[in-house]
């Protein structure tokens, strides 16, 4: 071990749910207790922090922004390769092992660092940069590792109150795109917030970078049928909670959602990874109402409606566009979505400025922005689902359309110097 | 010679104008805080009377200036000095408050020529006091008014919330941009 036994390394947790919590402190509490301690966030040195929550990004930020000297252990099922390199990822399930291995080396180097400090050179330290490379945990680096903290699957419950039936038995025709959208979103899910404990949200998805993307275009080529993914299946319960005034749960893979009677009213009772994966693949969902109330024991968070369904529709797309949708038809945005609250996806603001100035076919908008299809479908998807794309000959007012501002240059380092802060 | 630009912040007392300078800025900022001494005492100690400043500084030495404005309807004289040359305007509104559609509607008639000439990006603030009116009404607000702007949830604590509304103002101006 190359850490010096004399230092006491603060460790603090944010974002963790209680099982991890819980397995921290006995890990805290175990043989490691003289050199690391459990803290609270003012006396830490090292935080540690649940990438897999949905409001990540903003906790992970906010953390940054107040510790700018502190390096921060991320846990992930996925890592995040747009991650600062002040995250060092490790990767879920998590060993005590490799928790060990990774709080010494960081001991090390902070044991290095002052020395430096005091003799004004850098001493050598194992497993500091330059030296051996640390095969437990660099910035960004993925272990495969054995279970010490396995991921909160949430519970399934058996149906209390049943109207069971398969994604596909959804009262819509799918190649009717209109309909489609209609059954969507209801009229009454347009206006009022049930809870704002979601609202934080805003997670940056990277879909032409993974793996599963890569895949899936492969095999379905460029369009997708959102009823045959769990965007489809959150469709079809919105339309079931509203005619039935009950929440309705849909469980699909390992996401499972309540969307609620009322306008806006929705919940999400999985992680972000399990969501995202969920709606990645083809598959059926379990569809059934809840007695009223009953959804607040279901350890859901809120979420807007049409948030999530943004989410799960772009986490559906994976750069693809729905069926029945053609690239060369122009489309136009009809208003910005809530960028702050979604998932984002890269160059989403640009997409949307770009998109609400004037109606673009889909091929049109990726070869003047020069941004990748993918990028451009899963967009259009997205907000497609949440019924803000319009085809030309729908159109609803007309925009005025800028001409290029002349300041390129002062924009774009404007640009660059607000995202690298 | 380094060269300047402005970007102005404007909406109704407590919007979180001072706070989200205070955010962004690359420098301490510059306030012109005084005692309230009418309604907004009910809301804060403090309130801005002339301005509050602060400051991105680019690669280059281009300095971005950040202006905010006073809140009360009494000092929009300075409203009418600090849009001279700005890049664009953002309106944050104060969701908690009790007409803030009609701060909104309010506002964009103050600052309509700056509106028509740059861009608009709107901030809705502290809807985690209060989610109504959901955003679908500022949205409506704006069609009414012939003004097409992004409208997001922010939080004016939250620099990454005002990065991203300040990203969609700056496309606005001109989504041909690449960074």
Redesign the interface.
């Known amino acids: 071990m190359a850490g010096d036994e004399s230092v006491t390394v603060g460790v603090h947790a944010a974002g963790i749910d209680d099982g991890i919590r819980r397995a921290l402190e006995a890990f805290f509490s175990g043989p490691c207790r003289e050199r690391f301690a459990f803290t609270d966030e003012k006396a830490a040195d090292v935080a540690i922090i649940d990438l897999d929550i949905r409001r990540y990004h903003g906790l992970l930020d906010d953390y940054l922004e107040r510790h700018r000297d502190r390096v921060v252990i991320g846990l992930a099922f996925e890592p995040d390769d747009s991650l600062t390199d002040r995250v060092m990822v490790m990767r879920k399930p998590l060993r005590s092992e490799d928790l060990r291995k990774t709080l010494d080396r960081l001991a090390a180097e902070r044991c290095a660092r002052a020395a430096e400090a005091a003799l004004g050179e850098p001493p050598a330290v194992d497993g500091a940069p330059g030296t051996a490379p640390d095969p437990v945990a660099t910035p960004r680096a993925e272990q495969p590792v054995a279970p010490l903290l396995e991921p909160a699957v949430p519970p399934v419950t058996e149906p209390v109150a049943v109207v069971e039936e398969p994604v596909r038995k959804a009262s819509v025709d799918p190649g009717d795109r209109r309909s489609h959208r209609g059954r969507r979103r209801p009229d009454h899910l347009a206006d009022v917030a049930m809870s704002v404990a979601g609202r934080a949200d805003r997670p940056l998805f990277r879909a032409h970078h993974s793996a599963q993307r890569r895949a899936a275009v492969g095999a379905d080529g460029r369009w997708y049928d959102p009823d045959q993914h769990a965007q489809g299946a959150v469709v079809a319960a919105a339309d079931l909670a509203r005619r039935s005034g009950q929440p309705v749960e849909v469980v699909f893979g390992a996401a499972r959602m309540v969307i609620g009677p009322g306008p806006g009213e929705a919940a999400i009772c999985c992680n972000d990874t399990q969501l995202r994966i969920a709606c990645s693949q083809k598959g059926r969902a379990t569809i059934r109402t809840l007695p009223t109330g009953e959804r607040s024991g279901l350890g859901a968070v809120d979420v807007r409606y049409e948030h999530l369904l943004w989410d799960v529709a772009l986490y559906s797309s994976m750069g693809r566009l729905p069926t029945g949708v053609a690239p060369d038809v122009p489309y136009r945005l009809t208003r910005w979505p809530d960028l702050a609250r979604v998932t984002l996806i890269p160059d989403a603001t640009r997409l949307a400025a770009y998109w609400t100035q004037g109606a673009r076919t889909i091929d049109e908008v990726g070869q003047v922005l020069g941004i990748d299809d993918a990028s451009v479908a899963s967009f259009f998807s997205a907000a497609e689902a949440v019924d803000l794309m319009v085809r030309e000959d729908e159109g609803r007012g007309h925009r005025r359309s800028r001409q290029p501002s002349g300041r390129r240059r002062l924009l774009s380092r404007l640009i660059g110097r607000l995202r690298a802060a | 010679m380094t ?1 300047h ?1 402005k970007i102005l912040f404007s909406g109704p007392v407590g919007a979180g104008k001072s706070t989200a300078i205070r955010t962004l800025s ?1 420098t301490r900022p510059v306030v012109t805080e005084a005692r309230a001494t009418d309604e907004t005492r009910e809301r804060k100690r403090l309130t801005t009377v002339a301005m509050d400043y602060g400051v ?5 030495g ?1 300095q ?1 200036h950040l202006y905010g404005t006073p809140g009360q309807e009494r000092f929009d004289f300075m409203w009418e000095i600090l849009q001279d040359g700005a ?1 664009g305007l953002v309106i944050l509104i104060d969701n908690a408050a009790a007409e803030p559609i009609e701060h909104l509607r309010a506002f964009i008639d103050a600052y309509r020529p700056l509106i028509d000439a740059t ?1 608009l990006a709107v901030g809705v603030t502290r ?2 006091i209060s ?2 009116p ?4 500022y ?1 409506k607000a704006l ?1 009414e008014a012939g003004v ?8 004016a604590r ?4 005002l ?6 103002l ?10």
Do not use: K, M
């Open positions: 060269s630009c690359d991105l500084r680019l690669d280059d281009t971005v890049l861009a809807t985690d989610p109504e959901h955003i679908d009404v949205w069609d097409s702007a992004p409208v997001f949830t922010v939080d939250r620099r990454a919330d990065v991203l509304l300040l990203e969609a700056l496309f606005s101006l001109d989504p041909g941009v690449r960074v």
